[in-house]
DNA sequence: AAACAGTGCAACCGCTCTGAC
DNA sequence: TGTCAGAGCGGTTGCACTGTT
């Protein structure tokens, strides 16, 4: 390469564009198009490099270019969209009419990617931190068993359990369980998990082997998928109305298999996002939250509801809310499995 | 009112891709 | 097949604006 960027030529003017030169631009493509863009700006009567009038053009002139906040709903396909392209904002901004590539991704590190960190998500794998996720008051549940992890298995991620079976595995190593407790050892883990887990939810581990998913090594997810985690629970979409749109899609994945094969389980669980203090024995999924009817659309104080009319920060705790579930001590998963 | 910090976004930079020759 | 130039893309920068002290 090494080749000179075109704008160093003498002359060639350079940052914030005129309304005159804008007008300039304009009129020029309207009446012959952008045709070449090395070429455009002498023609146009331009003192700007080719690469600049394009620029120009294609993130700000265009007529067809949609201004202002974006709404939840394009944010929603934003995020979606970067969960499966990655930092394709090209591609991203394809499937946005009226947005462009820069736009998104200028909005993507200023808006959803502090969000997303705030809230505790990798914006890169699209995946829960696992360093952030608490564990300890899952596994320090006195009466979590070995039965009770099978089950579990079903409610959370995957590979977030067999992280808590690993550290579990040690802890009984340590005699730290109660001497009633199974010790389970670590090739029963693989046993089990293997039997509970379809094949296809292995193979698109981002994980390669478990050594490099104890490591937390989360930076080694490949960009094409970086939502394999989730790719085999639910996806949302917006069109379905079932769930909320405003939410990221790992937040769905406890609602995923768990919820379609325990029907129950929503009403046994009656989580709301009031549900912060460790010592609530309200461990309960709102029914507003996870268990709006397919057929009929979100109540007004739904997840969508409340999204779609709240702050930034509205946003951040109601996701936020919804990963934040914990194990109330004592609580035996037996009870509403 | 002034200084400072934080935020958002337009524009630029440098690299890669692609097609013409 | 290799070279070159144009176009496109993702990352970064700089500045204007806004909020806070």
Same mark, same amino acid.
């Given at each position: 390469m090494g080749r000179s960027p075109c704008c160093d030529k003498n002359g060639l003017k350079k940052g914030p564009w005129t309304p005159e030169e804008d007008m300039k631009l304009t009129q020029y493509i309207q009446m012959h198009g952008p045709g070449n863009w090395r070429t455009l700006p002498k023609n146009a009567g331009l003192e700007r490099c080719g690469k600049s009038c394009r620029l120009r053009w294609t993130n700000y002139l265009r007529p067809d270019i949609k201004r202002g906040r974006f709404s939840f709903e394009e944010e929603e396909t934003i995020i979606q969209l970067h969960s499966v392209l990655g930092n394709k904002w090209s591609a991203i901004a394809a499937r946005l009419p009226g947005r462009t590539d820069n736009e998104i991704k200028n909005y993507w590190n200023t808006h959803i990617r502090k969000r997303l960190l705030r809230m505790?998500?990798? %914006?890169?794998?699209?995946? %829960?931190r696992l360093d952030l996720l608490d564990l300890s008051s899952l596994l320090s549940s006195?009466?979590?068993n070995l039965s009770s992890l099978i089950r579990l298995q079903t409610l959370v991620n995957p590979d977030a359990l067999r992280l808590a079976m690993n550290i579990l595995s040690s802890q009984n190593e340590n005699q730290l369980f109660n001497s009633q407790a199974p010790v389970i050892q670590p090739n029963q883990f693989d046993n089990i998990i293997n039997q509970q887990i379809p094949s296809n939810d292995l193979t698109t581990s981002p994980f390669h082997n478990q050594s490099q998913f104890l490591q937390g090594d989360m930076g080694h997810f490949p960009v094409g998928s970086t939502n394999s985690i989730f790719q085999n629970n639910i996806k949302p979409t917006t069109s379905d109305q079932s769930l909320p749109t405003d939410i990221p899609s790992f937040c769905y994945q406890m609602k995923s298999d768990s919820l379609s094969d325990n029907s129950s389980f929503d009403q046994s669980l009656n989580y709301s996002s009031s549900t912060t203090n460790n010592n609530s024995q309200n461990f309960s999924f709102d029914n507003s939250v996870l268990s709006t009817p397919l057929s009929s659309p979100p109540p007004l104080n739904s997840a969508s509801g409340l999204i779609n009319g709240s702050t930034e920060d509205e946003r951040d705790s109601f996701c936020s809310n919804l990963l934040r579930f914990e194990i109330p001590e004592g609580l035996d998963f037996e009870d509403f499995i």
């Open positions: 505790g998500i990798d %914006p890169v794998t699209h995946a %829960p006195a009466q979590l």
